[in-house]
Protein backbone atom coordinates (compact mmCIF):
# COMPACT_ATOMS: atom_id res chain seq x y z
CA UNK A 1 0.00 0.00 0.00
CA UNK A 2 1.33 3.44 -0.59
CA UNK A 3 1.94 5.91 2.64
CA UNK A 4 -1.17 7.77 3.53
CA UNK A 5 -3.00 6.30 0.22
CA UNK A 6 -1.07 9.03 -1.50
CA UNK A 7 -0.90 8.72 -5.61
CA UNK A 8 2.03 9.13 -7.88
CA UNK A 9 3.70 12.48 -8.65
CA UNK A 10 3.32 15.38 -10.73
CA UNK A 11 5.72 17.68 -11.93
CA UNK A 12 4.25 21.03 -11.88
CA UNK A 13 7.42 23.45 -12.00
CA UNK A 14 11.10 24.07 -10.75
CA UNK A 15 11.51 22.64 -7.02
CA UNK A 16 7.54 22.33 -7.29
CA UNK A 17 6.50 19.05 -6.86
CA UNK A 18 3.12 17.41 -5.13
CA UNK A 19 1.56 14.50 -4.28
CA UNK A 20 -1.91 14.09 -7.20
CA UNK A 21 -4.30 13.13 -4.37
CA UNK A 22 -6.90 15.87 -5.28
CA UNK A 23 -10.09 14.03 -6.95
CA UNK A 24 -11.04 16.11 -9.90
CA UNK A 25 -13.81 18.46 -10.23
CA UNK A 26 -16.14 16.57 -12.23
CA UNK A 27 -15.27 12.69 -13.08
CA UNK A 28 -13.68 12.98 -16.79
CA UNK A 29 -15.59 11.51 -19.81
CA UNK A 30 -15.14 8.00 -21.24
CA UNK A 31 -13.75 9.28 -24.27
CA UNK A 32 -11.48 12.05 -22.79
CA UNK A 33 -10.33 9.25 -20.29
CA UNK A 34 -9.78 6.76 -23.07
CA UNK A 35 -8.16 9.24 -25.81
CA UNK A 36 -5.67 10.04 -22.82
CA UNK A 37 -4.69 5.78 -22.30
CA UNK A 38 -4.60 6.20 -26.03
CA UNK A 39 -2.43 9.17 -25.68
CA UNK A 40 -0.24 8.25 -22.98
CA UNK A 41 0.28 4.28 -24.90
CA UNK A 42 1.89 6.21 -28.19
CA UNK A 43 4.43 8.20 -26.24
CA UNK A 44 5.64 5.72 -24.23
CA UNK A 45 5.85 3.52 -27.51
CA UNK A 46 7.41 6.29 -29.44
CA UNK A 47 9.69 6.81 -26.24
CA UNK A 48 10.84 2.77 -25.83
CA UNK A 49 11.42 2.34 -29.66
CA UNK A 50 13.32 5.70 -30.62
CA UNK A 51 14.03 7.85 -27.52
CA UNK A 52 12.25 10.63 -25.56
CA UNK A 53 13.29 12.97 -28.49
CA UNK A 54 11.25 11.13 -30.47
CA UNK A 55 8.32 12.25 -28.60
CA UNK A 56 6.69 15.22 -30.48
CA UNK A 57 3.13 16.20 -30.30
CA UNK A 58 2.78 15.27 -33.49
CA UNK A 59 4.12 11.99 -33.85
CA UNK A 60 2.33 11.07 -30.68
CA UNK A 61 -1.22 12.14 -32.64
CA UNK A 62 0.25 10.11 -35.87
CA UNK A 63 0.89 6.84 -33.57
CA UNK A 64 -2.37 7.05 -31.92
CA UNK A 65 -4.56 7.49 -34.92
CA UNK A 66 -6.15 10.94 -33.74
CA UNK A 67 -5.46 14.64 -34.62
CA UNK A 68 -2.72 16.72 -33.42
CA UNK A 69 -5.53 19.08 -31.98
CA UNK A 70 -6.35 16.67 -29.65
CA UNK A 71 -2.80 15.76 -28.10
CA UNK A 72 -3.16 20.02 -27.83
CA UNK A 73 -5.94 20.09 -26.09
CA UNK A 74 -5.77 16.67 -23.62
CA UNK A 75 -2.20 18.20 -22.70
CA UNK A 76 -1.48 21.59 -23.75
CA UNK A 77 2.26 21.52 -24.59
CA UNK A 78 4.79 18.57 -24.98
CA UNK A 79 6.01 19.31 -21.17
CA UNK A 80 1.88 18.85 -20.08
CA UNK A 81 2.79 15.71 -22.53
CA UNK A 82 5.88 14.47 -20.94
CA UNK A 83 4.80 14.98 -17.34
CA UNK A 84 1.72 13.55 -17.61
CA UNK A 85 3.78 10.23 -18.59
CA UNK A 86 6.03 11.09 -16.20
CA UNK A 87 3.29 10.64 -13.50
CA UNK A 88 1.62 7.47 -15.54
CA UNK A 89 5.38 5.89 -15.65
CA UNK A 90 5.88 6.21 -12.13
CA UNK A 91 2.11 4.89 -11.02
CA UNK A 92 3.39 1.62 -13.40
CA UNK A 93 6.51 1.11 -11.76
CA UNK A 94 5.26 1.30 -8.11
CA UNK A 95 2.56 -0.98 -8.87
CA UNK A 96 5.11 -3.24 -10.37
CA UNK A 97 7.45 -3.77 -7.32
CA UNK A 98 4.68 -3.47 -4.98
CA UNK A 99 2.04 -6.20 -6.49
CA UNK A 100 3.54 -6.82 -9.97
CA UNK A 101 5.02 -9.74 -11.38
CA UNK A 102 8.79 -11.26 -10.54
CA UNK A 103 11.42 -10.07 -10.48
CA UNK A 104 10.67 -7.01 -9.95
CA UNK A 105 7.57 -7.82 -7.90
CA UNK A 106 7.14 -9.94 -4.79
CA UNK A 107 8.24 -13.27 -4.72
CA UNK A 108 11.86 -13.00 -6.54
CA UNK A 109 14.67 -13.40 -4.50
CA UNK A 110 15.55 -9.77 -2.59
CA UNK A 111 18.82 -9.41 -4.38
CA UNK A 112 16.88 -9.76 -8.19
CA UNK A 113 14.31 -7.74 -6.92
CA UNK A 114 16.63 -4.73 -6.00
CA UNK A 115 18.50 -5.32 -9.36
CA UNK A 116 15.47 -5.52 -11.22
CA UNK A 117 14.32 -1.85 -9.36
CA UNK A 118 17.33 -0.50 -9.88
CA UNK A 119 16.77 -1.18 -13.61
CA UNK A 120 13.83 -0.13 -13.91
CA UNK A 121 13.95 3.10 -12.31
CA UNK A 122 17.32 3.64 -14.32
CA UNK A 123 14.99 3.32 -17.87
CA UNK A 124 12.18 5.41 -16.40
CA UNK A 125 14.85 8.76 -15.68
CA UNK A 126 16.45 8.21 -18.85
CA UNK A 127 12.90 8.02 -20.85
CA UNK A 128 12.00 11.71 -18.58
CA UNK A 129 15.47 12.88 -18.14
CA UNK A 130 15.21 16.16 -19.72
CA UNK A 131 11.67 16.96 -17.77
CA UNK A 132 12.86 15.46 -14.40
CA UNK A 133 16.08 17.70 -14.56
CA UNK A 134 13.47 20.78 -15.40
CA UNK A 135 10.83 19.95 -12.82
CA UNK A 136 13.34 20.08 -9.97
CA UNK A 137 14.64 16.21 -9.55
CA UNK A 138 18.20 17.45 -9.12
CA UNK A 139 16.84 19.32 -6.28
CA UNK A 140 17.74 18.11 -2.46
CA UNK A 141 14.23 18.21 -1.62
CA UNK A 142 13.43 16.20 -4.09
CA UNK A 143 14.49 13.12 -1.93
CA UNK A 144 11.81 14.15 0.50
CA UNK A 145 9.31 13.48 -1.93
CA UNK A 146 7.21 10.98 -0.67
CA UNK A 147 7.03 9.16 -4.26
CA UNK A 148 10.91 9.31 -3.56
CA UNK A 149 10.74 8.09 0.14
CA UNK A 150 8.30 5.26 -1.02
CA UNK A 151 11.16 4.44 -3.35
CA UNK A 152 13.81 4.64 -0.66
CA UNK A 153 12.00 2.52 2.04
CA UNK A 154 11.36 -0.23 -0.67
CA UNK A 155 15.04 -0.07 -1.42
CA UNK A 156 16.08 -0.12 2.71
CA UNK A 157 13.21 -3.46 2.99
CA UNK A 158 15.05 -4.95 0.21
CA UNK A 159 18.50 -4.98 1.95
CA UNK A 160 16.94 -5.61 5.07
CA UNK A 161 15.58 -9.15 3.62
CA UNK A 162 19.64 -8.98 2.15
CA UNK A 163 20.89 -9.34 5.89
CA UNK A 164 21.77 -5.86 6.27
CA UNK A 165 21.22 -4.63 9.59
CA UNK A 166 20.95 -0.91 11.26
CA UNK A 167 19.94 2.60 9.55
CA UNK A 168 19.92 1.88 6.46
CA UNK A 169 19.11 5.56 4.95
CA UNK A 170 22.38 6.37 4.39
CA UNK A 171 23.40 2.84 2.22
CA UNK A 172 19.48 3.39 0.25
CA UNK A 173 20.22 6.64 -0.76
CA UNK A 174 23.77 6.10 -2.08
CA UNK A 175 22.47 2.74 -4.18
CA UNK A 176 19.72 5.31 -5.93
CA UNK A 177 22.21 8.24 -6.54
CA UNK A 178 23.42 6.91 -9.94
CA UNK A 179 19.47 6.33 -10.60
CA UNK A 180 19.05 9.82 -10.19
CA UNK A 181 18.36 12.21 -13.12
CA UNK A 182 21.56 14.65 -12.49
CA UNK A 183 23.96 11.70 -12.16
CA UNK A 184 22.65 9.96 -15.07
CA UNK A 185 22.79 13.11 -17.18
CA UNK A 186 26.73 13.42 -16.29
CA UNK A 187 27.07 9.90 -16.40
CA UNK A 188 25.79 10.01 -20.08
CA UNK A 189 26.41 13.42 -21.63
CA UNK A 190 29.99 13.72 -19.69
CA UNK A 191 31.52 10.61 -19.28
CA UNK A 192 29.76 9.01 -21.95
CA UNK A 193 28.13 6.12 -20.61
CA UNK A 194 25.02 4.11 -22.41
CA UNK A 195 22.25 3.83 -20.28
CA UNK A 196 22.86 0.36 -20.78
CA UNK A 197 26.53 0.41 -19.71
CA UNK A 198 25.38 2.18 -16.09
CA UNK A 199 22.57 -0.52 -15.50
CA UNK A 200 25.34 -2.78 -15.64
CA UNK A 201 28.25 -0.73 -13.68
CA UNK A 202 25.11 -0.14 -11.41
CA UNK A 203 24.02 -4.32 -11.01
CA UNK A 204 28.37 -5.14 -10.05
CA UNK A 205 28.32 -2.43 -7.63
CA UNK A 206 25.06 -4.06 -5.73
CA UNK A 207 26.04 -7.53 -6.31
CA UNK A 208 29.61 -6.57 -4.85
CA UNK A 209 27.92 -4.89 -1.68
CA UNK A 210 25.86 -7.84 -0.93
CA UNK A 211 28.65 -9.88 -0.80
CA UNK A 212 29.64 -8.16 2.18
CA UNK A 213 26.71 -7.02 3.87
Known amino acids: MLPDSRGPFELRGPLELHVANTPAASPERADAARNRRLLLAAAKSLIDSHGAAAVTM ?22 GLMLALLDHSEADLQQAFLSGPEPLGPGAPPLERLIAYGRAR ?44 GRLDVVAHALQ ?37
Open 177 to 213: APLNALAVRHLIDMLGMTPAQIADDWETLVRRLVTHP
Open 58 to 79: EAVARAAGVGKGTVFRRFGNRT
Open 122 to 165: LKMTVDHLDILLEAGADHPDYLAHPVMAMSTQHVRLLLTDLGFT
